[in-house]
Structures are given as C-alpha cells and as structure tokens.
C-alpha cells in the first residue's frame, strides 16, 4: 500500500509501481455499474485486460446457516432477501424443493398454480425490463431506463395489489399460495399484457438498430458453448450460445406443461444476442399470462394442498375445529418433520437454474441447505471472459451478465 | 442442581419436542429399472472405479463412490455419458456423528435432461481432488466449500477464501461454529480497526434493536425526554419531560391528519 506523502501522487484505487508497465485497478465494492458490491482487481495493459480476478463476499448474510436454524416456513421469507429483483421466483424454487422433498408437489391445488405460475411469469418480466433498464444506462441510454422503469412500475403495482409488497413478495406457501387474487386483478393484469408486446417494441426501435448500442454490445463478452456449459452457465446465456435448453420445457414443473411458449435460441454468444433473448422473452412470457388468464376461471377456489400432516389447514377450519387448530399450533411452533432425505430441486429464475438443495434429517430444521443461484457462476466466469477485452467494455460485460450480488453472496 | 448438558458438537437450533418413540419416515431410495438411462450411466461409471452405492431418490440418481475416485467417475460420465454440466458442489457436514463431510457432485446432461448426483464421504483430515480441470465451475465452488465448509481440496488452482475475508479463523457452516458467530467473529472489526485492548472501551455490538439505554443520548433510546445530544449521563434523569405530539395536529403545511368524515372509500379497485 502507497503512503501519502506529498511528493507523488496518491491513489487509492491505483498501484503505480510495476516493473512490467502493468496497471492494476480496483473496480468496486462501490462502483455504480458494478450491480451490487463486486470488487473487481483488474491488471491492464493499456487499455487492455491481462487479468481480472473477481472478489465477493461483501453482501454475505449467511443464509445457508440462517437455515439450518429456523423451520422451513420460517426461512421462506429470507429467500426474498436473494434475487430481490424478482422475489417470487426464489420463493417458488424453496416453496417448490420443499413439496418435492416433502412428497406433496402434486396435491398443490391447481388455482394455486395458476395464480404462482401467473406471479413467476411477472416477476420474469420485472427482473428482465429491470435489466433492460440498468444495462442500457450503463451502456448509456437514459431514456430506456426510463421508459423500463414505468413498464416495471406496472408490473410491480400488480404484484403490491396481490400481496402488499413491492421487492419481497412472499406472495407463495409450502403446498400452495395464501390469497387468492383481488377482484378486478385479472382485468388489470389483462391490461398490462396486452400493452406490453407494443411497449417492448418501443424500446427495440430505441436500440435494436441504434449504432452505439449495436457497437457497444456486438462481439462483446462473447460466450462460447463449452465455456457456458463448463462454468454451469444456464438461463439466457446459455441459450445465446445456441444450446436449447429452459428447464420450463426440459425438466417442466407447475403449469408449464400445459402452457404453448417457445424458447428463443441464437448461436451468436455476444452480448447483442443476449439483449434479443431478454427481448422474446418478455413477449413469451406476454403469452404465457394471456394462456394463464383464461386458465383462472375453470378452477376451483381452493389454495393450499391439504396435507394435514405438513401444511396448516385453511384459516376457517382453524378457528373452527379443534383438531385443526391442534395442527396448525404444532406446525407454527415446532415445525414440519420432513422424511429423511435429500433433494435438488432446480427451476427456471429469470437469471437462469436456480436449484435447492436440501438435506433432511427428519427434524423440523434443514439438515443442510445449499442454494445454488445462477449469478454465482455467471460472476464466476467474468474471470474467463474479460481478459482479452478493453476497459470500456467490463461495464458492458457485467451489464449483461445480468448478475445480483443477494444471490451470489447470499 | 445441575446443568443441563449442550452438546458441542453440533451447536445448531434443536427441535424443542421429540416424541421418543417417533420414527422419521425416510424418502424411499428406489432401484434403478434395467432399461433405463440411469443404469448405462452406472454400467459406465463401474468400468472405471468401485460404486458402493446407488439408488434413484425423487426422480434423480445418487451414486456413493470412493473419494478418490472422483476423477475417473466424473470423467466418464462427462465424456462418455455426456453429463456436460456441474451444476453444483458442496458439502455436507458430518463431523459429529461419522467424523468427516459428504462432498456432493450435482451433474446435469443437457441432451437428455437428467440429472445424477454423486456423492462421496470425506474424512475431516482427507483431501479430495479438485475437479477442476473437468468442470470449470468447481473453480468457485470448491472455493466456497473451503471456506465455508473446511473441506480440504487437492491441486486447486487458486484455494482462496471467496466469501470470507481473507483473515477468517474458522469456518462459518460447520456444525460446530455457532449462528450468531464464535469470539474472533464478534470482535473482528474491534480487533482489526482498534486492536483488542479496545472491546472494553467499545463493548459487544448491539444486536437487539429494540433495546433501549436510558442514559444513551445519542441515539434517540430518550424519546420523551429529550436533553442535549450528547450530554452527560447526571443530566438523563433531571430532564424535563418532553410531551410527544405529532406535526399533523400543529397544522404543518401540506401535511394533513386523515379525517374519517371528508375522506371517500370506492367501492371498486381501480
């Protein structure tokens, strides 16, 4: 570390005293464009990056542990606290692993479906208008931002009319969701999806053909297929390097069966390619809701799976019967005792594979929890792709990386 | 009278009641049918080492193999089998009861959508070797399961701390290592910002925020009564009292208190 004296210059950030002519910077913890606190020690030469080691911890709140010390329900409301651009979507992974490890995915009623299957396809949508609007002002269009963060606001005025909250949703259950939707919520929701296919086309004409966003993102953080699939790269930077694979289609779980949605595929690898991903998939998702729409109405109000043994009953039969109030004050104060076991339960996050994995030793806590959240790698791999490119064009590359630093670090 | 006895070796949260006559059920370990794709994979992975055991739980193969034996395994399922993907790896701790941790290879083929973990058990002292050059993704995941698992990892390339910093004594997600962290963690800043004859004079930090100091004029705990910032503790109990009353009732401009009378409830959301 330089002292201060008055005799040179003083940097923090930068060292000077290198035999080889190379620099090294320090890029973060604090770094606006930087998504989060990713430290990044970069050495350059010229403009040019030698060596890029990426350093992370600093968001670390030890959820894993957190875990290993409170019952399943009551961890469910950390998961927000991971991918806190789209909230619900963790909720639903751990919701999710702990039905399937519990034996009870498929006795979840089916309007509870609809209604999570509805929230994980806003939430897809909120967290990629999000990226749409922070990367593109990072690259440096401000008006995008903008515009995104309006779409979003709708988006996130649905989400606070269904549950109450904004970033952490909490919005699903082990075994079901708690509410059912608000009147007039499907009108309103009709309303967004119809405008939205017309909106995202606005922001295509301000940068699909734009010469500066074109020359910013064309060739740049290129991915290559066995690079992706070697770092465990899944989700849209996956499929831009022309592998096909969502786990919606391949590995399907809630309603997607059922559901017509295609996966846009290019084999470009760049960052433009990734840009035209996050772009058809907002309209898919646009399609997936006018589907789920009209699948609300056939199906009976029911919300919560009825497994006496593991999942409170509703809220009448509580304050009713004897029995079920029994049940709900032994699984509230001691907990669900899962069967002894382990799963690995992955799903579709609008980041890529976000998978539980959960280790049960029949007590009411997790024996072990691992979350293994798709930025982790996609930060990851920054130390393999940046060496080679330019200065200029880390901002881009992190931009696009689309990671969230709750999740890495978790 | 006596103490009651904690166990030290596992010093996460317990259940407060356990019927001792209760038999957790277990999730069934199903055989592998003939035919199908799971068992080319283990035919596959048996050329190459000992398999000790394997059985499909919840839709997914799980092999037992030796630890040393993770190379060849996982080699063969990769290239052989086209398991392309090292989705996750992590370990599980086991100290208490057996004495070492469960490492987990969670694999995944991207053509034919299946998934197989491998598991191997590692004492505490054992070293597995880094699958590295298989699967770059074990860069940062082998990290992570050494710092926060201790679990010691053979020809890594760089086997550095990744969420902790540097300087870490322990490792936070053993069993052993309480949640609200052991002695080094509590005192860390103290110790690194103003070295350790400073905890007395700083004291432990304070993780109820709901805790109130009466004599604590800094930080708002006086609410009521209300002296001078900072103001020595001889004043806390001489001050007079301060009534709490709320800006809307003074008039304060733009701001208003809701009336019941002049408001309107719609019948209808928006």
């Known amino acids: 570390m330089q002292q201060t004296n008055k005799l040179r210059p003083f940097f923090e950030n930068l060292e000077f005293e290198r035999e080889d002519n190379h620099m090294v910077i320090n890029f973060g913890p604090q770094h606006p464009s930087a998504h989060g606190q990713l430290r990044l020690i970069l050495e350059l030469d010229g403009e040019q990056i030698v060596r890029a080691v990426p350093d992370i911890g600093y968001l670390h709140r030890g959820m894993e542990k957190m875990a290993e010390n409170m019952i399943y329900n009551e961890f469910l409301p950390t998961t927000d606290r991971m991918d806190y651009i789209a909230a619900t979507s963790n909720n639903y992974g751990f919701a999710l692993a702990v039905e399937r490890l519990l034996g009870i995915e498929d006795k979840v009623p089916r309007r509870a479906k609809v209604i ?13 208008l999000f990226w749409l609007a922070t990367h593109a002002l990072d690259v440096g269009a401000m008006s995008v931002f903008l515009y995104c963060f309006r779409e979003r606001e709708f988006a996130m005025d649905l989400m606070e009319d269904y549950c109450g909250a904004r970033l952490t949703h909490s919005a699903v259950r082990i075994g079901g969701v708690p509410l059912d939707l608000p009147d007039g919520w499907l009108g309103a929701l009709a309303k967004f999806v119809n405008e939205l296919p017309s909106n995202i086309k606005d922001y295509e004409d301000l940068l699909t053909e734009n010469r500066i966003w074109r020359m910013r993102l064309e060739g740049v953080g290129v991915i290559d297929a066995d690079l992706a699939r070697s770092w465990g790269c899944t989700g849209p930077i ?41 772009m058809e998939e907002m309209r898919q998702s646009a399609r997936i809701l006018q589907q789920l729409i009209a699948m609300y109405d056939e199906t009976e109000p029911e919300l919560m799976a009825h497994v006496p043994q593991y999942i409170s009953a509703p809220k009448e039969d509580i304050m009713t019967q004897n029995y079920s109030l029994m049940q709900h004050f032994v699984l509230v104060t001691q907990g669900m005792r899962p069967p002894v076991g382990e799963v690995y339960v992955p799903t579709e996050s609008p ?34 792709i940046l060496p080679g490119t330019y200065i200029a064009d880390v901002v881009t590359i992190i931009g696009n990386t689309n990671i969230v630093f709750g999740e890495i670090d978790r | 009278m006596m103490r009651p006895y904690t166990p030290k070796d596992n010093v996460q949260a317990k259940a407060y009641y356990t019927d001792r006559f209760w038999v957790a059920p277990r999730i069934p370990e199903e055989p592998i049918p003939e035919d199908d794709l799971y068992a080319e994979d283990i035919a596959a992975v048996k050329k190459q080492c000992k398999i000790l055991n394997a059985y499909i739980q919840r839709g997914q193969l799980v092999i037992y193999i030796n630890p040393e034996d993770n190379i060849p395994a996982l080699k063969t399922l990769k290239e052989e089998r086209g398991y392309e993907m090292l989705s996750e790896m992590s370990g599980v701790d086991f100290l208490a009861e057996r004495g070492g941790f469960e490492v987990f290879y969670q694999i995944l083929n991207l053509g034919t959508a299946r998934r197989i973990r491998v598991k191997c058990f590692v004492d505490e002292n054992q070293a597995v070797e880094s699958v590295n050059p298989l699967y ?26 990744l969420i902790m910093p540097d300087d870490w004594e322990g490792h936070p997600l053993r069993k052993t290592y309480p949640l609200e962290g052991d002695e080094f963690a509590q005192w860390y800043e103290v110790d690194k910002i103003f070295g350790k004859e400073a905890r007395d004079i700083i004291g432990p930090e304070n993780r109820d925020p709901a805790r109130v100091d009466r004599y604590d004029t800094e930080r708002f705990a006086r609410l009521g009564h209300e002296v001078p910032r900072g103001a020595p503790a001889e004043m806390a109990d001489k001050a007079e009292e301060t009534p709490l009353s709320y800006q809307e009732e003074e008039g304060v401009f733009l701001i208003q208190k809701l009336s019941e009378e002049n408001s309107k409830v719609l019948d209808k959301r928006r």
């Open chain 1, 116 to 128: 999570r299957t509805m929230l994980l396809e806003i939430n897809r949508i909120i967290s990629h």
């Open chain 1, 238 to 278: 996956l499929r831009a390097t022309g592998i096909e694979y969502d786990i919606r289609k391949e590995e399907p779980y809630e309603l997607y069966e059922e559901l017509e949605f295609d996966i846009p595929v290019t084999d470009t690898g760049d960052s433009y390619g990734r840009y035209k991903l996050y």
């Open chain 1, 351 to 384: 980041k890529g594979e976000l998978g539980f994995y959960i280790n049960s030793q029949g007590e009411p806590y997790p024996y072990r929890l691992k979350v293994r959240a798709p930025s982790f790698w996609h930060c990851g791999i920054l130390q393999d």
């Open chain 2, 136 to 161: 770059r993704s074990a860069d940062w995941a082998e990290r992570e399961m050494w710092d926060l698992m201790g679990v010691k990892v053979n020809n890594h390339p760089y086997l550095k701390r």
